[in-house]
């Protein structure tokens, strides 16, 4: 790993600080609700992993699996569903948690999919996003933090499947995605 990694962005503990402090507004917003938390795979397991743990309100945990076909640090909007939710969410809170925004364009597409199966709400929380990427506008609730539009990896991000198991967010040296640009294909979240 070593010189792929150009420098820490969030630190483990500002990471688990901020957590904490999206699940106590969580906590709050849905005391005495039915709450179903969805974790997208595979970027937001560690989010989900740690979030859930600091909620106190009862939750259920559900996943799904989507990927975007594109060039390997880019999204492109066209979303394909790997692995479906088990739950049938009609008339369900659901709150979908994810490992960051980038365009928007994959979160905006899941929205639109979880709406069309009538739940009583869908709303979103997200460890990172990245608003100068931004290309579609999108409602989101909770934001851990949000950062410059840099490539970033660790706490569930990966650069080629890599790097997720990092307890912090780090940045990728340019040299590493340079390399591989001709590269192309179906990206996995
Ligand atoms: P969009 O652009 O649709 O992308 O909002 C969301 C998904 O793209 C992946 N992504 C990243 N993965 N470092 C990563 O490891 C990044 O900087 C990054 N930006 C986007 C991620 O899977 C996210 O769910
Ligand atoms: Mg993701």
Known sequence: MG???????????????????????IDADYAGKDL??????????MVMADLAR??????EMDWMAVSS?????????????????DTDIAGR??????????????LSWLVHNLKSRNPASVEICTALRKPDAIKVPIDVKY???????EFVIGYGLDYAERYRNLPF?????????????????????
């Not at 010189?3 to 507004?25: F, N, S, T, V, Y």
Request: glycine content about 12%; hydrophobic content about 45%; aromatic content about 4%.
């Open 3 to 25: 010189r792929d990694l150009e420098r820490i962005l969030i630190g483990e503990e500002e990471l688990q600080a901020k957590i904490k402090e999206l699940a106590g507004k």
């Open 36 to 45: 179903l938390i969805v974790g997208v795979l595979k970027g937001a397991v």
């Open 54 to 59: 600091a909620l106190r309100i009862p939750v």
């Open 69 to 85: 076909y594109g060039a390997g640090t880019r999204s492109s909007g066209v979303v394909r569903v790997l692995k479906d939710l």
């Open 93 to 106: 809170h659901v709150l979908v948690v994810e490992d960051i925004i980038d365009s928007g364009l994959t």
């Open 143 to 149: 934001v851990g933090f949000d950062i410059p539009n």
């Open 169 to 189: 967010i780090g940045t990728l040296a340019p040299h590493v995605y340079q390399k591989d640009a001709a590269k192309d294909g179906d990206r996995s979240e």
